[in-house]
């Protein structure tokens, strides 16, 4: 069983910048790939980055060049840096973790809470 926080969500203006952490439980983190997804209102909830417990990523084209993922296997930690944040950015962020190594876009197995991020314009 893996138990995730996140925190680090709020209001922020168009361009600013937020990084959000997500602290797993448990003594494996490394043996579970990390994502991060967000679900605007009224909308599907989409993939935004994962990252093996190796470091390889995977970033959502919507994203790209704007966020970064990283983790900390040592502190049982995942993070997501968010620089030039737009409006359309503004969804509820949510933790995942999956047991393996490969680069999953769904069928996670553990979720967070979830934390809001709103950018206004």
């Known amino acids: 069983q893996v138990q995730l926080v996140e925190s680090g969500g709020g209001l922020v203006q168009a361009g600013g910048s937020l990084r959000l952490s997500c602290a797993a439980s448990?003594?494996?983190?490394?043996?579970?790939?990390m994502g991060w997804f967000r679900q605007a209102p009224g909308k599907e909830r989409d993939i935004v980055a994962t990252?093996?417990?190796?470091?390889?990523?995977y970033y959502a084209d919507s994203v790209q060049g704007r966020f970064a993922i990283s983790r900390d296997n040592a502190k049982n930690t995942v993070y997501l840096q968010m620089n030039s944040l737009k409006p359309e950015d503004t969804a509820v962020y949510y933790c995942a973790a999956k047991y393996g190594r490969l680069l999953y876009l769904n069928h996670y197995d553990y979720w967070g809470q979830g934390t809001q991020v709103t950018v206004s314009s």
């Open positions: 448990g003594r494996t983190f490394s043996s579970y790939v």
């Open positions: 990252i093996t417990s190796g470091g390889s990523t």
